[in-house]
């Protein structure tokens, strides 16, 4: 019941003021979001790297207002690749991102997007990396997809992710699943109306599974973005019933969350990506973090009270 609620927070100015003023609130965003900056975020990339782990990063701030903003998400992203340069990671190192900062909703939005991000793609592509679009609302997805296209015309890697909770996705999910195609599979975070979504849990878990089963049985390559257990171990076993070996699909779980579980997932060699959040618009990404777990909601009310 909680989860709606929050997420209509997301959305409200009010609430962002409110709790990103919250002096407590930063102790808890840490927990996801691990630094504001590409100079924080460095070390956290070679120490994730260093036990075994991939990464897909992610400069968060989705509700930007001018077209300079969507310039300065791309900067933001330059910026990382330059950083990345020297790291010499290549594709262990990836980046996701989200339209909607590359100026998606704004007047003209998806040409300005789909301007802001190519060079980013194109960068990426220059040291030996790729770039996933995540998916964001469901107005926002027909937009999202033709700039994948586009985008895969001279780099075919680029990934996209699919929700499962969208009655839209088992047709997505077919058309995508082709050779050299790359797709993540997330059960969703948005709060979508019943017109175009599955509202309950057992429902999305179904849809999931088979969605699951197109990617795992279609050429291109499934990305399984989900710690929830019942389905890691799912997606292992339809794997294997594909014949994919573990360098033929992976594991993507968020930074801050079942942590233990995606090293177990490396050490058992499975390739395993971290999503790591940083920077200082964190709100949106944050409350999605709050409406997934009732629990962390209760963490962050109990800290905000003691403290306050
Ligand atoms: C790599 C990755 C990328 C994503 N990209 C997108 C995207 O582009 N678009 C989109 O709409 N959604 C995205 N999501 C979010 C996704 O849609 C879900 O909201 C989120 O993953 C929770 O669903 P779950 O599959 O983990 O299952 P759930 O059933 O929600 O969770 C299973 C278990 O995981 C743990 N858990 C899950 N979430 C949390 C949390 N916030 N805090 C603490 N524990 C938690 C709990 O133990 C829970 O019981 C992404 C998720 C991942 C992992």
């Keep these: 019941m909680l989860g709606p609620v929050i997420l209509a927070a997301s959305r409200s100015d009010r609430m962002r003021r409110l709790i990103s003023a919250a002096p407590v609130t930063k102790q808890v ?8 900056s590409v100079t924080d975020i460095v070390p956290i990339i070679e120490e994730l790297t260093g036990r075994g ?15 300079e903003q969507a310039t300065a998400a791309r900067d933001a992203y330059l910026a990382l690749v330059e950083r990345l340069r020297g790291l010499g990671l290549g594709e262990r190192v990836e980046m996701s991102v989200k339209l909607s900062m590359f100026g998606q909703a704004l007047d003209g939005g998806h040409e300005l997007a789909l301007a802001n991000v190519r060079p980013v793609v194109e960068a990426a592509a220059a040291i030996g990396t790729t770039v996933t679009l995540d998916a964001e609302d469901h107005t926002t997805l027909d937009s999202m997809f033709a700039i994948h296209e586009e985008l895969r015309r001279d780099f075919p890697q680029t990934g996209c992710v699919i929700q499962a909770y969208l009655f839209r996705t088992e047709a997505d999910a077919r058309r995508l699943a082709e050779a050299g195609s790359r797709v993540r599979l997330v059960k969703g975070a948005y709060k979508e109306p019943a017109e175009v979504a599955y509202q309950q849990k057992h429902e999305i878990d179904k849809a999931y599974v088979r969605i699951l089963r197109t990617l795992m049985e279609g050429e291109g390559y499934p990305m399984v973005g989900s710690h929830d257990p019942r389905l890691i171990s799912i997606a292992q076993e339809l794997a294997r019933r594909a014949g994919r070996k573990p360098d033929e699909y992976e594991f993507q779980m968020l930074y801050g969350i079942r ?26 990404y944050f409350m999605r973090r709050l409406a997934e777990k009732p629990a962390n909601l209760r963490f962050f009310a109990r800290s905000m009270l003691s403290k306050g």
Excluded at 55 to 60: E, P, Q
Excluded at 264 to 277: F, K, N, P, S, W
């Design 259 to 284: 942590s233990d579980e995606h090293l177990r997932l490396a050490a058992e060699g499975h390739r395993m990506r971290v999503y790591t959040a940083y920077g200082t618009d964190w709100y949106g």
């Design 29 to 36: 965003v840490d927990r996801f979001i691990p630094g504001e």
């Design 53 to 67: 782990l991939e990464l897909t990063m992610d400069v968060v701030g989705e509700d930007i207002t001018t077209p």
